[in-house]
């Protein structure tokens, strides 16, 4: 009877044991988040980031290809990047006189971002464009230079307004 109830106490003491390191386990574990949670925040320098670096490393690794590796510079400096991009269209929406900001507010202050390839494109059109303009004006003044060519003033050699700069 006597070791009954020792095997029964043994079994209690060992059971609460176990759970006693369950629960400590589970605190290191919850402990060891919040250090993640904390070091996500936070990069090696000690400088505290704009975002979860789990979050912003889960969106990169969503969009490159399976194999490709993220060194941790490239996921600082890329939640870095991110939260510089939200500073300036912070900025920009401050601009607004108005207290709410309105979604065709944030859609007018994004739009750079999201288009950056149509403007690109735009952009070169237009140096075309100025390039094309620039052979006519210097096409223009070699004619006028051949044919109103007086014979008693004297011409320089360049007009100013045409130069290359």
Do not use: W
């Not at 609460?16 to 402990?31: H, L, M, R």
């Not at 949670?37 to 936070?42: I, K, M, S, T």
């Not at 194999?67 to 269209?89: A, C, H, P, Q, T």
């Not at 288009?115 to 223009?140: S, V, W, Y």
């Amino acid at each position: 009877m006597y070791d009954e109830r020792e095997d029964e106490f043994d079994e209690e003491i060992n059971q609460e044991e176990t759970e006693e390191i369950i629960d400590s386990e589970e605190a290191v574990e919850s402990d060891e988040i919040t250090e993640e949670d904390a070091d996500n925040e936070v990069d090696e320098e000690g400088e505290s980031l704009p975002f979860a670096k789990a979050e912003v490393v889960r969106l990169m690794k969503q969009n490159l290809d399976r194999d490709k590796m993220i060194r941790e510079r490239v996921k600082v400096e890329m939640n870095k990047f991110l939260g510089e991009v939200l500073v300036k269209v912070c900025e920009q929406l401050n601009e607004y006189p108005y207290t709410t900001i309105e979604y065709e507010m944030l859609k007018e202050s994004i739009y750079p971002y999201q288009n950056i390839e149509r403007i690109n494109e735009e952009k070169k059109r237009i140096l075309m464009h100025l390039h094309a303009i620039k052979a006519d004006c210097d096409a223009l003044s070699m004619d006028v230079k051949k044919t109103l060519k007086l014979k008693d003033v004297h011409e320089e050699d360049e007009d100013p307004a045409f130069m290359d700069y």
